[in-house]
């Protein structure tokens, strides 16, 4: 079951790559970019609270999610709790202004568990390497902290 699910995964993440692969060839490179985000310390509320809960920190989170979705913000799930946001048009201030909107909400969500639900994420620009650099960054935002969004590498300057 466990290869089944890992090779399930490993596809879910190809469709993703691919996709934003697709899209630089369709639009030009500056056209879209791309937020990569996981749920801070999920394992852990799985742990604690039980998976139920865990479930309905997912489902709250896709509704969140699914209030911004439109023809140029696509969603997807790409593993247990980490979603990726492709906006298709870009435009930095829009988009910066809502994977800040997307934090926000589920850090001032309040649930049944004595809890704060964070999430950690990683944004870029479309480049020939999107889904790479917006992963390095999330992990980064792990790193520095969680309950953040990495825009650029430290290196380059601007950390929001």
């Known amino acids: 079951m466990l290869k089944k699910t890992k090779s399930f995964i490993e596809i879910i993440t190809l469709l993703i790559v691919a996709m934003v692969l697709i899209l ?12 990569l985000f996981d749920i801070d310390n999920f ?15 997912l489902s709250t989170i896709g509704k969140i999610l699914k209030t911004i979705e439109n023809k140029e913000i696509s969603i997807y799930r790409v593993d247990g709790e980490e979603f990726a946001i492709l906006f298709t048009h870009f435009n930095e201030n829009f988009a910066m202004e809502s994977c800040e909107y997307i934090r926000k909400r589920v850090e001032n969500i309040h649930w049944k568990h004595p809890i704060t639900v964070t999430i950690s994420g990683g ?8 889904y790479a650099k917006c992963d390095k960054r999330l992990y980064k935002a792990k790193g ?7 825009y650029q590498d430290i290196n380059e300057g601007d950390v929001k």
Do not use: C, H, P, Q
């Open 123 to 130: 944004f870029s620009k479309a480049t020939k390497n999107t």
């Open 43 to 57: 394992k852990k509320t799985n742990d604690t609270y039980r998976y139920e809960f865990g479930d309905e920190v």
């Open 24 to 35: 630089g060839a369709v639009y030009k490179r500056d056209e879209y970019s791309m937020l």
């Open 144 to 150: 520095s902290g969680k309950n953040m969004i990495i």
